[in-house]
């Protein structure tokens, strides 16, 4: 007599989570596990884990001939998550624990050969797709908060296999209670007020922080520059509960995993430019989120910008318009989100001290040209304010005068000016396009005249043209006028530093 039991699971791509039958069937015949569905290398590894497990815990490995299939058969699917579904299969298939408790939860959960159940990457986008799809979620108990972030997902929790069976014996299983996610406590970003002087670029961060704009700032060694980036994700407005879900979910696929206590928190991102293109824009054999996802909702910070593979930079392009990112490989693509804020430094030339008064730059101007050409024109294009930013005083650094404004304060303007873009558009004025750009940011006549003014002049360049009207969107948002004026128009011109060459 041959007796079939069956599982369900569900895959990870990127954030997609595929649902998955795990189909055990036991007939007469030579004993062994037969695994179908799955790479080779993962079946090999799934066998031993799933068999070890079953006797540890005092179950019988039945000694019949076990088929198990992963449909269907040509989703992409890694190993380790299916082992507790598969053992599960296996001990319904030969009648050691009742059939019905699992009929509408999906299982995810690694094995160990103790039978211990070990977390695994992407509970919470398997949770939301569960709760869609109206089933339950079983995830190791390591895995209980990330899954809970899920909306409505209910979710069940096991730590070890032998105990998991025991409840099972007992009846059905009890859903876990949901605490409340953890409260978005403020992240310890530095504050804007220990930066000394630098009264351009902190403006500059405020309306980057306002419009969702990418910003590259070009300074010698020292001027701070580092010290700036790294205090724009405190200016930010918090995210709303959609985006926090997915900055999680892009944690919990990424090889960190997810970590309850960043919850609510934009993401600061700081890869170094030895960093390689795998592990800026993702991929690999089982594709993973790459900085530029990992930086999603968040701040991605490219430090010394020309000394980047070039090859890399001109792969930002495409998120950098279009918020995302196809990975190909072999036979699979993956999407992964990367809709981040690019904050960019680099030295004006390759000594590092072109422009500063002291006179130390020796760089010809041939050379100084090589250096900025390392980044394309066009990925340049896509950087909305560009920005000098010189070296402070060593007496002003020195002097306890009163410090500047906080986060907090200029935080509360940026979100002001956020709030009238996503009541007049719905998204950042940075995401504003072609025709959209032109009738949300109608220039006035003044303002028309002095972009017009700067293109006959070459001071700008037709590409950035755009861009500057975006800006200028922005700067009008923060003062919280209903048109672009001439003096919006002409500050944003200010913001086009590399456009003006050396
Ligand atoms: N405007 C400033 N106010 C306060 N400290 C500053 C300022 N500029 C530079 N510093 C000091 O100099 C250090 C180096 O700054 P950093 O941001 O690393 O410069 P850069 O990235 O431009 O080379 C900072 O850690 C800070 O102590
Ligand atoms: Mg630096």
């Known amino acids: 007599m041959s007796q079939l039991a069956t599982v369900r699971s569900r895959t990870q791509n990127g954030l997609d989570a595929d649902p998955v039958q795990v189909e055990v069937h036991l007939a007469p015949g030579l004993p062994g596990l037969n695994i179908v569905g799955l790479p080779e290398a993962a079946v090999r590894e799934a066998k031993d884990r799933v068999k070890a497990a079953i006797s540890s815990c005092g179950y019988r490995f039945p000694v019949q001939r076990i088929t198990c299939n ?11 998550r299916f082992d507790l579904a598969i053992a599960l299969g296996i001990l319904q298939a030969s009648e050691q624990i009742p059939t019905a408790a699992l009929n509408d939860i999906e299982v995810l959960g690694e094995l160990s050969l103790s039978g211990q159940i070990r977390p695994v990457p992407g509970c919470l986008p398997a949770a939301l797709k569960a709760a869609a799809a109206g089933h339950g979620l079983l995830v190791p108990e390591a895995d209980v908060a990330e899954a809970q972030l899920a909306p409505e997902a209910r979710i069940y929790a096991a730590a070890d296999l032998g105990e998991l069976c025991a409840r099972l014996h007992q009846g059905a299983l009890v859903p876990t209670t949901r605490v409340a996610a953890a409260p978005s406590v403020p992240p310890a970003t530095p504050d804007l007020a220990d930066v000394r002087g630098q009264a351009a670029a902190k403006r500059a961060l ?30 930010l407005p918090p995210l709303t509960p959609p985006e926090a879900l997915e900055v999680a979910a892009v944690a919990s696929i990424s090889r960190g995993g997810f970590d309850v206590a960043s919850w609510g928190q934009r993401p600061f991102r700081a890869p170094h430019h030895t960093a390689s293109g795998v592990a800026l824009v993702g991929g690999g054999s089982h594709p993973r989120p790459g900085e530029i996802t990992l930086a999603h909702h968040g701040v991605l910070f490219l430090d010394e910008l020309p000394e980047f593979d070039r090859r890399v930079l001109e792969v930002l392009r495409e998120p950098l318009e279009n918020g995302g990112i196809t990975v190909s490989r072999a036979a699979r693509q993956t999407d992964f989100p990367a809709r981040f804020q690019l904050v960019a430094a680099m030295n004006p030339c390759p000594c590092g001290w072109f422009g500063d008064p002291g006179g130390r730059c020796r760089c010809t101007p041939d050379q100084i040209q090589r250096y900025r050409a390392r980044i394309s024109g066009p990925l340049l294009d896509r950087i909305d304010l560009q920005l000098f930013v010189p070296r402070v005083e060593p007496s002003a ?10 986060s907090d304060t200029v935080r509360r303007r940026v979100i002001a000016a956020r709030q009238l873009q996503i009541d007049r558009q719905g998204c950042a004025n940075q995401q504003l396009q072609g025709r959209r750009l032109e009738t949300l940011a109608a220039l006035s006549d003044e ?12 001071l700008l360049t037709a590409r950035a043209y755009h861009r500057c009207i975006r800006v200028a969107r922005t700067l009008a948002d923060l003062a919280g006028a209903r048109d672009v004026g001439a ?4 500050e944003a011109l200010r913001y086009r530093a590399l456009d003006r060459g050396p």
Do not use: I, Y
């Not at 650094?397 to 906080?406: D, I």
């Not at 303002?447 to 070459?458: G, K």
């Open 70 to 80: 992963l449909a269907p058969a040509d989703l992409p699917k890694d190993g380790s």
């Open 206 to 235: 405020e309306v980057a922080a306002a419009g969702g704009h990418s910003l590259l700032l070009v300074g010698p060694p020292g001027s701070g520059k580092s010290m700036l980036a790294r205090r724009l994700p405190g200016l």
């Open 397 to 406: 650094l020195a002097r306890s005068e009163a410090s500047g404004e906080s």
């Open 447 to 458: 303002a028309e005249t002095v972009l017009q003014t700067a293109l006959q002049r070459q």
């Open 487 to 490: 003096a919006h128009a002409a």
